[in-house]
């Protein structure tokens, strides 16, 4: 028999979760959009819509304090960031092309040496994800291998059902604990039926001809054509959920400042620009040909993972309307 | 506070000297202030470490010194950029921080019995000087050691008093170059681009390696002439250096194509060099 | 609101009309590309998403043939002259697509000598609107999703071009939505008026989409990327996002041309063009400036004039 848990007590889950001193993160409205942000009560959960920016920052926040510094009587001192009061946390009602992201995101966080601000938040997260029931043209996390009820990456998965409860699937220990700690809020039952689920208007991509096709194809006119077009401004990152690039800067004096690590973007032409002035990728082409083959070539190389959930976000965010979704369809068509 | 390691916290080492090599690059030797830290750090010749001036950030280069110098370090670097501006203001006595030993390293132990050649230009004879003074503490497991070494003018040349050093000893080659109109009267060095002294110099590639570094432009008319002297790809080895923040393959700017320069190299065979994507 | 409602406030364009002028553009610029009058025109092409449109530079008059204008064709195509976006662009003279508001951006940029009139084969659009935010947009022209530049554009009818594409629909007055916030926003005492716009800049990310979409934002070294000495903060955080905004607001006055593409392109709906009006209130006030289809040799604030006012000389 599966748990079920009805929307009502979904919120009560929220609130009593928030009365434990949990730091509850979730769809919520924010003026004119929808963000993952701290939820003060259940009623703050917004379900129904993809959030602007993806749930990553949870994990991997847009700017952070990764030490200060000073002088103390003359002296220079350096002081870590106390990771142990990180707070433990709930991510609730991430969609399932959210709840991945950190699963990809692991690796690049702990390969050799560890990330321990992005780990220590992964440590103490657990990750409620949802089915997806709506999406737009966007959308094409189908293509890439995820699905409206993927669970990839959750520790407990909703799936809605028609009569507005939730079918619940722990994934993993962390979910399970969730559930049994919270056990009044759910209850055994025969499920209703599901909801439809979002049916996003995709076909499939083979992502290992695609990624034939990137292993021969550094040089193509078709980095050159979207870099014709491209602006080189960083939206398309920042709201991805997969990508994780940062800088590092020091803000501040050297008498009292702080070392910060906040996220930075492939497309920017300064991002790998040498003291010297010699830059590397010092053309759009090559900028926007790096961000395709990072996600779909080099992360996969390394890590045996594609950097894309096909969330979309990029598609509707980039302000000349490159269309990741269209580029990739080319690449398959061009791969055979 | 019970927590691991954050590894974007650096070490605090004591400016303990300073060299001005030429009139924009400078040397600092470090120590470090923890007795711990200072007793137990270790590195091999090649890996590079993130220097603090704290207040304007963090900047990447090689560590100088051999590994074979106990007891301090040393980093060289051109006043270029906001980070190495600060540390050039910094004085004996002064506090930076240090994060490192990171990457990959020269691989000493293979070049045991071989004889060794080389080549730099400018400001990359750094990145080699730790490789040469390795070698040359262990001086008995090395056959013939030639180094070519070139700048753009006289007052560019670094390490003068160790060149001096270097073309003393008799167990050393060395052929020193100013480009062209860069020589003032009394130079002893050779009058010419480095690629093309070395191709004069001629050393045997038999049972040698070559070490490369150098700017990218001497790097490419130099791998050619190692080739006419017939170095094979992996007897040739250089260091490649881009833009770098996070140092542990996290903050993804130094990549070439999906070799993590911080992770993978900065060490590497021209062979590997010539197998990656293009674009450095 | 129904679309008989919608109809009535007259926000309910017509299809018939993008069509027409879409035809326009493509035959004049299948034209001028056949005659060799240009080597390539800057304009729309569909994109795969129903009803989006993406920029493209077309050389070619099978391309030209599939140019098209419609409610999605919202960005300002003069950035791609720019050396912003430098080599992208064939030798010789180039044809543009442009609504009214994008031929002030190439007005100023004339004035400020970074494009020439003679390069230029210009296709200026009568232009009815065009939506506000892409993804919303269902390929209708609705009250509900015109652009808020467009409730109050007075630049419907292109000034000074080549070649004029599709005839203006009759079109009814819209509420100035832009005009009332900002004037709400006028209103406030200091402190709220400090507070709404510093949560306003807590929201932005940094991604530089405001600036890399500006056809003005054309510096090789933008201020807010210098670091010696470090004018603007870079992590995205209150005091160097507050900074940015008000160095790029202040950098745009007198030369902003209104396409508020920089408001579109914020993927966290910073309202930037209230700025930008702002900005331009005082440019009227003080120098009597507005932007226009005309270019002007020399913007107010890159000149001095006797009668200019001082009163700020405290």
């Known amino acids: ?336 | 506070m019970c927590q691991s390691k954050n590894i974007y916290l650096p070490n605090l080492a004591t400016i303990e000297a300073i060299v001005d090599e030429t009139p924009d690059v400078r040397t600092f030797r470090l120590v470090f202030q923890d007795e711990n830290v200072r007793e137990n750090f270790s590195f091999r010749a090649g890996q590079f470490a993130e220097y603090s001036a704290f207040g304007a950030g963090e900047s990447t280069f090689c560590i100088a010194s051999a590994p074979t110098r106990k007891g301090y370090i040393e980093c060289c670097f051109r006043s270029v950029g906001r980070v190495t501006e600060e540390l050039r203001r910094l004085e004996v006595g002064d506090t930076i921080g240090v994060r490192g030993p990171y990457g990959n390293s020269f691989p000493i132990e293979d070049f045991y019995g071989k004889n060794l050649v080389f080549v730099a230009g400018g400001i990359a004879l750094p990145p080699l000087r730790t490789v040469i003074w390795n070698c040359l503490d262990l001086r008995d497991k090395f056959g013939d050691i030639t180094i070519v070494y070139g700048a753009r003018s006289e007052a560019d040349l670094v390490y003068k008093r160790e060149l001096a050093e270097w073309q003393e000893r008799s167990d050393v080659r060395l052929v020193k170059c100013v480009d062209p109109g860069g020589n003032g009267p009394g130079f002893d060095g050779k009058v010419g681009f480095v690629p093309s002294v070395l191709e004069e110099a001629a050393p045997s590639a038999e049972n040698t390696i070559a070490l490369v570094c150098g700017p990218p432009i001497m790097i490419k008319f130099t791998l050619p002439v190692l080739e006419r002297l017939g170095f094979t790809d992996d007897a040739i080895y250089t260091t490649l250096e881009n833009r770098m923040k996070c140092g542990v393959g996290k903050c993804g700017r130094c990549n070439v194509g999906n070799v993590y320069v911080c992770k993978d190299g900065p060490v590497f065979t021209a062979g590997q060099v010539k197998a990656m994507s293009q674009e450095f | 609101m129904n679309a008989k409602a919608q109809k009535a406030k007259g926000c309910g364009i017509e299809p018939a009309y993008y069509d027409a002028v879409t035809q326009a553009i493509r035959s004049e610029a299948v034209k001028v590309l056949k005659e060799g009058a240009v080597s390539a025109v800057i304009g729309y092409l569909p994109g795969r998403r129903k009803s989006a449109a993406v920029p493209a530079v077309v050389t070619t008059e099978e391309e030209a043939g599939r140019l098209i204008f419609s409610p999605a064709c919202v960005n300002n195509l003069s950035l791609y002259l720019t050396k912003a976006k430098k080599g992208i662009l064939p030798g010789g003279k180039i044809g543009i697509v442009a609504k009214g508001c994008d031929l002030r951006a190439l007005a100023g940029l004339m004035g400020e000598s970074q494009i020439k009139r003679d390069d230029l084969f210009i296709i200026g659009i009568n232009c009815a609107g065009v939506q506000g935010a892409v993804a919303a947009g269902n390929g209708q022209l609705t009250e509900a999703s015109i652009a808020k530049k467009c409730r109050e554009c007075t630049a419907h009818t292109p000034e000074g071009v080549d070649f004029v594409a599709g005839t203006l629909p009759h079109l009814d007055g819209l509420t100035p939505l832009e005009a009332e916030e900002l004037a709400r926003i006028e209103a406030m005492p200091q402190a709220e008026r400090w507070a709404y716009w510093k949560e306003q800049f807590s929201r932005c990310i940094r991604c530089m989409a405001c600036r890399q979409v500006c056809p003005f934002c054309y510096c090789e070294q933008c201020l807010c990327d210098k670091n010696r000495p470090q004018a603007v903060e870079s992590s995205p955080r209150p005091a160097g996002n507050t900074a940015w905004h008000i160095v790029r607001a202040m950098h745009l006055a007198g030369r902003c041309a209104g396409c508020a593409e920089c408001e579109r392109s914020c993927p966290m709906d910073i309202p930037l063009n209230l700025l930008n009006r702002r900005m331009a209130q005082e440019l009227k006030e003080l120098y009597d400036y507005e932007a226009s289809m005309a270019p002007q040799e020399k913007g107010p604030l890159n000149q001095y004039k006797e009668d200019d006012d001082q009163s700020f000389i405290k």
């Open chain 1, 1 to 336: 028999m599966p748990q079920i848990i009805t929307e009502a007590n979904l919120r009560s889950l929220i609130d009593s979760l928030v009365k434990e001193s949990k730091l509850v993160v979730g769809p919520k409205e924010a003026g004119s959009m929808v963000l993952y942000q701290p939820l003060s009560n259940g009623a703050d959960l917004k379900l129904g819509a993809l959030p602007r920016r993806s749930s990553k920052e949870l994990f991997f926040p847009i700017c952070e304090d990764i030490l200060t510094f000073g002088k103390e009587d003359g002296v220079t001192k350096v002081k870590d960031v106390d990771r142990a009061s990180f707070p433990d946390a709930v991510l609730i009602g991430a969609l399932p092309c959210d709840a991945g992201s950190p699963s990809i995101l692991d690796a690049v966080f702990s390969w050799d040496y560890n990330d321990d601000f992005y780990l220590e938040r992964r440590k103490k997260s657990t990750i409620v994800g949802i089915a997806c029931t709506s999406c737009d043209d966007a959308c094409f996390c189908t293509a890439v291998g995820y699905a409206p009820d993927s669970p990839a990456g959750s520790d407990l998965f909703l799936t809605p059902l028609k009569d507005g409860s939730y079918a619940c699937n722990a994934v993993t220990e962390k979910g399970e604990k969730l559930v049994s700690a919270h056990g009044s809020l759910f209850k055994e039952g025969a499920a209703a039926d599901a909801a439809p689920l979002a049916a996003p208007d995709t076909a499939k991509l083979d992502l290992a001809k695609i990624k034939e096709w990137l292993n021969t194809h550094f040089e193509d006119p078709l980095w050159q054509s979207i870099a014709d077009v491209c602006l080189g401004c960083g939206a398309c990152a920042f709201i991805c959920p997969a990508c994780h690039c940062f800088d590092i800067n020091d803000e501040g004096t050297p008498d009292h400042g702080t070392r910060r690590k906040h996220w930075d973007a492939c497309g920017f032409g300064k991002f790998t620009n040498h003291a010297s002035g010699h830059n590397p990728r010092d053309i759009q082409n090559k900028r926007y040909r790096n961000r395709i083959m990072h996600k779909f070539k080099y992360y996969d190389d390394k890590f045996g993972k594609t950097l894309c959930t096909g969330c979309g976000r990029c598609i509707r965010a980039c302000p000349v309307g490159i269309d990741i979704g269209d580029i990739l369809n080319k690449i398959n068509v061009q791969a055979g």
